[in-house]
């Protein structure tokens, strides 16, 4: 017997019959915790049913999501009508759900918020310790896999908007049992080397099991330790983990982060113009006021040079000299007005003016003045003064 050979779509329209027309697979009943929850804009609900072991990507149209009476959210446990096929385009096997009720709350949910709860009460979460994203890093520390498409895409926006920047790698795994203890590592390797301004830890979207190892409590108290500011790009904008809530800025994707900690060059080089206009603006300012300054310090220092102040100290004694020869003439002028007042009351009591009238004054070789003829009767001779001179004389005879 020879076998046919198929091509891939006859292959996987096979599957889809065989698929389509088992009526068990048909009409299922499957229990599982909601994973990796989307929303279409279409109306479609796009998610992933899973247990401890096993997951399996389901699907529920417009059609049959209009009649749900409840939200579906991440960690909730529900029990799905379903039926099992594949979408032949690509070959996935998925439930394909036409109706959902709730059972409750996934213990990976229950977990998260229990640890959530602790690290909260604990001010884990604080905003006061939060530190602030330097404005202009000169390098950014990436805690994430090598191989995955983070990294390209923060490599990618950094360029994009600053080739003043340095990307340094830290390769860390970021899925699977333990890899948290890489991204511990990272953390640790960035704040002992002190080679970075900021560090930025983050992977792409997946599931809350994909994410989980960003839930770990000792990760989150490593994030809490660090000296240097840590921003979490864990998943896509509607997964949250526990380092988003400790760290110190939460970026909604990868790219987000490498936006919020690379700013923009044109930004970085109108700073820097700013800063030097000012800083020119500044030395000028302060030229200008010291060259005042020391102006104003040789005005004070010629002012009170010794050569001013004996200059000074010429025209001081001209002006004392000048003063005291003006004193000294006013006194002369004040004592010859004295002198002139006292000579002519001296002129006004003067004999010798009395004499000029034709009167003489007798004394005696004393120069006594001899008022009476009883004076002179017992003098031998006397004198006789007249306006122009004197004479001698003798009494002959007396009445």
Not at 76 to 92: D, K, L, Q, W
Not at 108 to 130: A, N, V
Not at 251 to 270: C, G, H, K, N, R
Not at 351 to 367: A, M, Q, R, S
């Amino acid at each position: 017997m020879r076998i046919k050979t198929l091509t891939v779509s006859e292959l996987n329209n096979y599957i889809k019959k065989t698929l389509d027309n088992d009526f068990i697979l048909n009409n299922l009943l499957v229990k599982g915790e909601v994973s990796n929850l989307k929303y279409h804009s279409s109306g479609h609900i796009y998610f992933s049913l899973k247990d401890s072991i096993s997951k399996i990507n389901c699907v529920m149209f417009k059609s049959n999501s209009a009649d749900l009476d409840f939200k579906l959210t991440e960690g909730m446990e529900v029990i799905a009508n379903a039926r099992c096929s594949i979408y032949p385009g690509t070959g996935s096997l998925q439930l394909y759900i036409e109706k959902l009720q709730k059972e409750g709350i996934g213990e990976l949910h229950i977990k998260f918020e229990k640890l959530k709860k602790k690290l909260q009460d604990e001010g884990y979460f604080d905003e006061q310790y939060k530190k602030e994203i330097p404005k202009m890093p000169k390098r950014i520390g990436v805690v994430t896999s090598e191989t995955g498409a983070v990294i390209m895409d923060i490599i990618n926006v950094s360029k994009r908007r600053s080739s003043l920047i340095d990307i340094v790698l830290y390769p860390a795994l970021v899925q699977g049992e333990g890899a948290y203890k890489t991204i511990i590592n990272g953390i640790k390797y960035f704040n002992d080397t002190k080679s970075v301004d900021v560090i930025i830890v983050g992977r792409g979207g997946g599931s809350i099991e994909e994410l989980w190892n960003f839930n770990e409590e000792d990760l989150a108290k490593e994030i809490f330790k660090s000296k240097l500011p840590i921003i979490s790009a864990v998943g896509h904008e509607v997964d949250f983990t526990i380092s988003d809530f400790v760290s110190d800025y939460r970026a909604s994707t990868p790219s987000q982060a490498a936006e919020i900690a690379v700013p923009l060059e044109s930004d970085i080089m109108y700073e820097i113009d700013n800063y030097n206009k000012r800083i020119n603006e500044i030395v000028f300012n302060k030229f200008s006021y010291e060259k005042e300054k020391l102006s104003n310090y040789k005005k004070i220092l010629s002012l009170n040079s010794p050569e001013v102040i004996l200059s000074n100290s010429y025209l001081e004694l001209d002006r004392i000299e000048d003063r005291m020869k003006k004193l000294v003439f006013n006194k002369i002028e004040k004592e010859k007005l004295k002198i002139k007042s006292l000579n002519d009351i001296l002129e006004a009591h003067n004999p010798i003016n009395v004499l000029k009238k034709g009167y003489t004054i007798v004394e005696d070789n004393e120069k006594n003045i001899i008022s009476s003829k009883e004076e002179i009767k017992d003098l031998d001779e006397f004198n006789i003064i007249f306006k122009d001179g004197k004479v001698k004389g003798k009494i002959i005879s007396m009445d």
